[in-house]
């Protein structure tokens, strides 16, 4: 017979309304038999003591619902963002300060390469943190004149190459790509702004990067999992699962004893072309579904509408950007985003939806209507993600339409200043990422990292959620702050509903995965302020334990 183990905490938090609190949490293989009081659970047939857990707290794993497997990769390049940020080896990287900074580490990196061919690749820079002129190619030449440079700015959506770089990949005054910045001469600036310009130097990047993924970097992707208490991660945006050998690299890596599971998206559109039609696309991820398994699953979508409103390509409605800046760039037409939608959704396709201003939430809700009006269906919970500029009546219309939002709380610590003086202004930016309205008009919500966009860390999600501040001190939106159970329960369950999985995780009850996380201390007995910096010893998943590699006391996010 199985054993029972018990393992007795000092704490555990459930996230069951019906039983929020116990001493302990029973587990056979890979599922939790019951959570109770130590005495009881020992009452079970082969019940074990394993008392591994006795002074710390225990809570479901973590369920991220929108991160990039790709964030595993970017620790092979250079590091320039502004914060510190910790590795999945557990290193600390400090961040660049200033655009020498940048420039100083870039050139050490550089004077480290030998090959004179090979690019020097980079990532995490945000020019909206430095005043004065943005990072130009001309800046970049002062690191090599010969030798391409390539950064890949934080959120993603925009990179900046040195002139070796743009000579290289055939970019100049010719050029009419829309996203390929140029100064007043007509000559190209060295920022890519969206998919389709960065596409131009995709070559300096084959092989790296966000969006490329290999064995190493899904185990990377997972030990950050384990170092943040996150047991159930999300790819949003694979591109390979339209060729088997794609699909080959998860079913080999993410095996039994891989430390998390691993919800994998296809990315739809939005991001460049894609390698078969909407419709063929949509019929290999409904074949897909069949190789799942408990810890890898296949078959959801995800797809592209807009950019980033600190890189000013999200699309707007009135009144727009705070400085009266041109209104972003759509990542497909809405002609296009509605077929893709409809052929998804047709197919009983899961659809998350990249949505970063209030004019993509309209187009996401349009277009959601009319296709349920068209396709009526059940249960759909499809998710505008990011959902950063969402109003009160978009959130009254998703409640409506049965939607979720997954919300971008990190932003208010990242960029909230920017967001306040530069991007969208004081009044629009308080309404930012406005989770209390969203549950106050009964929308299902999560919260995200994004990653590598900012950190992996839930707990430190649930500070943002809650204390709405930003780096200066200021509050962002002092009426959307919610309470920290409330952000817990986005951060576990919210997570897991939008994922389909809220009957297998999200919660410690009888019958789901044994998945926790295990903490130095009680989320909900630490002033909001320190809850991000709570030590995690590591997490539970299936019952197998792991452990984290950052050391007590070592900070991520720091300036």
Same mark, same amino acid.
């Given at each position: 017979?199985?054993?029972?183990?018990?393992?007795?905490?000092?704490?555990?938090?459930?996230?069951?309304?019906?039983?929020?609190?116990?001493?302990?949490?029973?587990?056979?293989?890979?599922?939790?038999?019951?959570?109770?009081?130590?005495?009881?659970?020992?009452?079970?047939?082969?019940?074990?003591?394993?008392?591994?857990?006795?002074?710390?707290?225990?809570?479901?794993?973590?369920?991220?619902?929108?991160?990039?497997?790709?964030?595993?990769?970017?620790?092979?390049?250079?590091?320039?963002?502004?914060?510190?940020?910790?590795?999945?080896?557990?290193?600390?990287?400090?961040?660049?300060?200033?655009?020498?900074?940048?420039?100083?580490?870039?050139?050490?990196?550089?004077?480290?390469?030998?090959?004179?061919?090979?690019?020097?690749?980079?990532?995490?820079?945000?020019?909206?943190?430095?005043?004065?002129?943005?990072?130009?190619?001309?800046?970049?030449?002062?690191?090599?004149?010969?030798?391409?440079?390539?950064?890949?700015?934080?959120?993603?959506?925009?990179?900046?190459? *040195?002139? %070796? =770089? #743009? !000579? +290289?990949?055939?970019? /100049?005054?010719?050029? @009419?790509?829309?996203?390929?910045?140029? &100064?007043?001469?007509?000559?190209?600036?060295?920022?890519?702004?969206?998919?389709?310009?960065?596409?131009?130097?995709?070559?300096?990047?084959?092989?790296?990067?966000?969006?490329?993924? *290999?064995? %190493? =970097? #899904? !185990? +990377?992707?997972?030990? /950050?999992?384990?170092? @943040?208490?996150?047991?159930?991660?999300? &790819?949003?945006?694979?591109?390979?699962?339209?060729?088997?050998?794609?699909?080959?690299?998860?079913?080999?890596?993410?095996?039994?004893?891989?430390?998390?599971?691993?919800?994998?998206?296809?990315?739809?559109?939005?991001?460049?072309?894609?390698?078969?039609?909407?419709?063929?696309?949509?019929?290999?991820?409904?074949?897909?579904?069949?190789?799942?398994?408990?810890?890898?699953?296949?078959?959801?979508?995800?797809?592209?509408?807009?950019?980033?409103?600190?890189?000013?390509?999200?699309?707007?409605?009135?009144?727009?950007?705070?400085?009266?800046?041109?209104?972003?760039?759509?990542?497909?037409?809405?002609?296009?985003?509605?077929?893709?939608?409809?052929?998804?959704?047709?197919?009983?396709?899961?659809?998350?939806?990249?949505?970063?201003?209030?004019?993509?939430?309209?187009?996401?809700?349009?277009?959601?209507?009319?296709?349920?009006?068209?396709?009526?269906?059940?249960?759909?919970?499809?998710?505008?993600?990011?959902?950063?500029?969402?109003?009160?009546?978009?959130?009254?219309?998703?409640?409506?339409?049965?939607?979720?939002?997954?919300?971008?709380?990190?932003?208010?610590?990242?960029?909230?200043?920017?967001?306040?003086?530069?991007?969208?202004?004081?009044?629009?930016?308080?309404?930012?990422?406005?989770?209390?309205?969203?549950?106050?008009?009964?929308?299902?919500?999560?919260?995200?990292?994004?990653?590598?966009?900012?950190?992996?860390?839930?707990?430190?999600?649930?500070?943002?959620?809650?204390?709405?501040?930003?780096?200066?001190?200021?509050?962002?939106?002092?009426?959307?702050?919610?309470?920290?159970?409330?952000?817990?329960?986005?951060?576990?369950?919210?997570?897991?509903?939008?994922?389909?999985?809220?009957?297998?995780?999200?919660?410690?009850?009888?019958?789901?995965?044994?998945?926790?996380?295990?903490?130095?201390?009680?989320?909900?007995?630490?002033?909001?302020?320190?809850?991000?910096?709570?030590?995690?010893?590591?997490?539970?998943?299936?019952?197998?334990?792991?452990?984290?590699?950052?050391?007590?006391?070592?900070?991520?996010?720091?300036?």
């Amino acid at each position: 017979m199985e054993p029972t183990i018990v393992y007795p905490a000092r704490l555990v938090r459930t996230m069951d309304p019906a039983n929020p609190t116990a001493e302990a949490v029973a587990v056979r293989g890979d599922r939790i038999r019951a959570v109770g009081s130590t005495r009881e659970l020992l009452g079970y047939p082969g019940a074990v003591l394993d008392e591994r857990y006795a002074e710390a707290v225990l809570v479901p794993g973590f369920v991220e619902a929108h991160s990039h497997a790709g964030s595993g990769n970017v620790w092979a390049n250079t590091y320039v963002g502004l914060v510190d940020r910790i590795a999945p080896d557990g290193r600390r990287w400090p961040g660049c300060r200033s655009i020498e900074d940048v420039l100083a580490r870039l050139s050490e990196a550089e004077a480290e390469l030998g090959d004179p061919e090979t690019p020097l690749l980079a990532w995490g820079l945000d020019p909206i943190y430095f005043t004065g002129e943005r990072l130009s190619a001309s800046d970049l030449d002062r690191v090599s004149a010969t030798r391409p440079v390539h950064i890949t700015h934080t959120s993603g959506h925009v990179c900046t190459v *040195n002139s %070796a =770089a #743009l !000579q +290289a990949c055939g970019i /100049d005054a010719r050029t @009419t790509v829309s996203g390929v910045a140029k &100064d007043a001469y007509g000559v190209p600036t060295g920022e890519l702004q969206e998919f389709v310009a960065m596409a131009l130097v995709a070559p300096l990047t084959e092989g790296t990067g966000l969006m490329n993924i *290999n064995a %190493a =970097a #899904l !185990q +990377a992707f997972a030990q /950050d999992g384990v170092n @943040t208490g996150t047991t159930t991660l999300t &790819d949003l945006g694979s591109r390979i699962l339209m060729e088997d050998a794609g699909v080959e690299l998860y079913r080999s890596t993410v095996d039994d004893g891989f430390p998390a599971r691993l919800n994998v998206f296809h990315f739809g559109v939005g991001v460049g072309k894609v390698s078969l039609s909407l419709a063929e696309a949509a019929k290999r991820l409904v074949r897909l579904r069949a190789l799942s398994t408990e810890k890898l699953r296949f078959g959801n979508v995800k797809l592209m509408l807009d950019g980033s409103i600190q890189g000013f390509t999200a699309r707007l409605l009135e009144p727009g950007y705070y400085g009266d800046q041109p209104n972003g760039i759509w990542a497909v037409s809405p002609e296009e985003f509605h077929e893709a939608f409809e052929t998804f959704h047709k197919a009983g396709v899961l659809v998350h939806v990249h949505c970063n201003g209030d004019q993509t939430t309209q187009l996401f809700l349009e277009t959601l209507e009319a296709i349920l009006t068209a396709h009526p269906r059940p249960d759909h919970r499809h998710t505008c993600t990011h959902s950063q500029m969402s109003t009160a009546a978009q959130y009254r219309r998703m409640a409506a339409l049965g939607a979720c939002a997954n919300i971008f709380a990190n932003h208010i610590w990242a960029w909230g200043d920017q967001h306040m003086d530069i991007t969208v202004g004081p009044d629009r930016a308080a309404r930012m990422n406005a989770t209390a309205t969203a549950l106050r008009h009964g929308v299902p919500i999560s919260f995200h990292s994004d990653t590598p966009v900012t950190p992996l860390g839930p707990l430190h999600t649930v500070k943002h959620a809650v204390t709405r501040l930003t780096v200066s001190g200021r509050v962002m939106g002092e009426h959307e702050r919610i309470s920290a159970q409330q952000a817990l329960e986005a951060v576990t369950l919210g997570g897991a509903y939008m994922l389909k999985m809220d009957h297998e995780v999200g919660s410690l009850e009888a019958g789901k995965f044994a998945d926790m996380a295990v903490l130095a201390l009680d989320p909900l007995e630490v002033p909001a302020e320190e809850i991000g910096n709570i030590h995690v010893l590591g997490t539970v998943v299936g019952g197998r334990h792991h452990a984290s590699n950052v050391q007590a006391g070592v900070k991520a996010g720091a300036r």
